[in-house]
């Protein structure tokens, strides 16, 4: 490998680790001593996770994006060029970069089929519109990563053949009555899909009118509806991912979307505290609880990512395989073999010695692991998900985050949900865990993947068991 004549510029501690120990080091902004050009440095930074994977079926990803942070709170986001990149050091085996179109962040994942820990050193050029407020002299960069799996493009089923889905707004075809006609297919990315007691339409039923939505409307092609390729995060947000999140934004900002203001949140597994003038988790790979949607819209624009819709959710779960009664995400009836649970202490936890370096095929209704190996699914927290039960969710496009937020810390992308700002568009998937001791119901903590009683309803502030995680389009390949 060429060695490269750097000049450092500013060196940068913030390391982001994760349930996956997911992290980044030794990241800074250099100049190639023979270059003229300052206004486009480069950013150096080592990339590393464990047990990444790439088979037949899929892989997992890094999802990488960067920030200049003030010591004094407030961050721009670094947009990055994809015509400059340089592996220093291809690890195990040699991997991809994609750079995402609109330079928010990249993608990188293995090159070729590998099952084992990953490290790579990676150098490139950011983007000269990077520049224009803030100098790579006098800010520091934070580069953050999140482990993501990849979704491949294709066809699936909604819904359940089991009758008693039907009592939790399970989806189904409609007969011209509104009664059920076997179960409903995704078949193409451009698929418009009528809601309603209509024959071939996509309908489910629901008696309790807070959570029914309007049970009505036209879902129209631009809705992201989960047949084309899309990354989702691995795992829901941790504590610690929020922490950094919280540490670059301003004051104002930070004290919109700190979760630990209220009564009873050290005692159901929150961690996060400030300490002179900053945010720390206590347990950082914990689930981030006690996360409204406001919450996770901004964290998802900040990282450059977009809110999942409950039609990805199903596809996440599911794949392409045809739904079983009673199907939770590991695509077996049972949660009786489940090995990975919230222990008395508030963490999330393999037991009997588990390893995730373990996990395959044939068990993953141990790990609680999806079709695709996406974690946690059901059993853990609620996920926020966008709905086709109202015409606010039905007028998502997908737009992803730019990685900049309102002065309030709000998303500012105008085809999202709003939350608290108004009524309607999002819904909860999956189950949620409250507290040791609690009762089991036939949807909660571990739901089977077609139950949505919640799945239109979008009430609820804070809680101990809600959370979020993201999403975002697949670049082309």
Same mark, same amino acid.
């Given at each position: ?154 066809g699936f089923t909604l819904g359940d053949p089991d009758e008693r889905a039907l009592s939790f707004s399970s989806f189904f075809k409609s007969d011209a009555s509104g009664n059920p006609d076997g179960l409903y297919k995704i078949t193409s ?7 309603? !007691?209509? #024959?071939? *339409?996509? $309908?489910? %039923? ?7 939505? =309007?049970?009505? &409307?036209?879902? @129209? ?62 347990? !950082?790979? #914990?689930? *981030?609880? $006690?996360? %409204? ?7 998802? =624009?900040?990282? &450059?990512?977009? @809110? ?170």
């Open positions: 490998m060429k060695k490269l004549n750097l000049f450092l510029v500013a060196l940068v501690c913030p390391v982001l680790l994760s349930a996956t120990d997911i992290k980044i080091e030794n990241d800074y902004f250099s100049h190639n001593s023979r270059s003229r050009d300052n206004r486009e440095p480069h950013v150096v930074f080592t990339v590393s996770w464990k047990n990444a994977w790439r088979n037949g079926k899929n892989h997992d990803a890094a999802w990488i994006f960067m920030k200049f942070v003030n010591d004094g709170g407030g961050y721009r986001h670094i947009y990055l060029n994809p015509n400059d990149i340089e592996i220093i050091d291809d690890g195990p085996v040699a991997p991809i970069v994609q750079v995402s179109e609109d330079k928010t962040g990249m993608f990188i994942y293995p090159a070729s089929n590998y099952r084992g820990d990953v490290s790579w050193r990676i150098k490139m050029k950011v983007d000269s519109s990077t520049f224009i407020r803030f100098n790579p002299g006098s800010a520091k960069l934070k580069t953050s990563a999140i482990e993501m799996v990849y979704i491949p493009e294709g990315e451009d698929q418009e899909i009528k809601v309603g !007691p209509e #024959r071939g *339409a996509l $309908y489910y %039923t629901s008696l309790h009118k807070p959570y029914q939505g =309007d049970m009505t &409307g036209t879902v @129209p092609a631009s809705f992201p509806n989960g047949y084309s390729a899309f990354y989702i995060m691995k795992y829901e947000t941790s504590q610690g991912q929020y922490t950094d999140f919280l540490n670059t934004l301003s004051g104002g900002q930070s004290q919109m979307r700190a979760p630990h203001g209220g009564k009873g949140y050290y005692k159901y597994r929150g961690t996060i505290k400030i300490k002179d003038d900053k945010f720390y988790a206590g347990k !950082p790979a #914990r689930p *981030a609880n $006690y996360i %409204t949607w406001d919450d996770g819209a901004a964290f998802a =624009d900040w990282a &450059g990512l977009r @809110p999942m819709t409950e039609l990805e959710f199903t596809k996440a779960s599911r794949g392409p395989g045809e739904p079983i009664p009673h199907e939770f995400p590991w695509n077996t009836d049972s949660k009786e073999q489940i090995l990975r649970r919230v222990n008395l202490e508030g963490d999330l936890v393999l037991l009997n010695g588990l390893d995730e370096s373990q996990l395959n095929d044939q068990n993953r209704d141990q790990f609680g692991a999806s079709y695709y190996w996406v974690m946690d699914l059901a059993g853990s927290l609620w996920e926020k998900c966008v709905t086709i039960g109202h015409d606010i969710g039905r007028a998502y496009k997908g737009s992803h985050g730019d990685g900049n937020l309102t002065g309030y810390g709000k998303a500012n992308n105008a085809d999202w949900p709003k939350g608290i700002d108004e009524e309607g568009g999002y819904g909860y998937r999956g189950g949620g865990f409250y507290y040791n001791g609690g009762s089991n119901t036939e949807f909660n903590p571990h739901s089977p993947i077609a139950y949505r009683p919640f799945g239109s309803w979008a009430g609820g502030t804070r809680s101990v068991a809600y959370s979020q995680r993201y999403v975002r389009t697949a670049p082309k390949r």
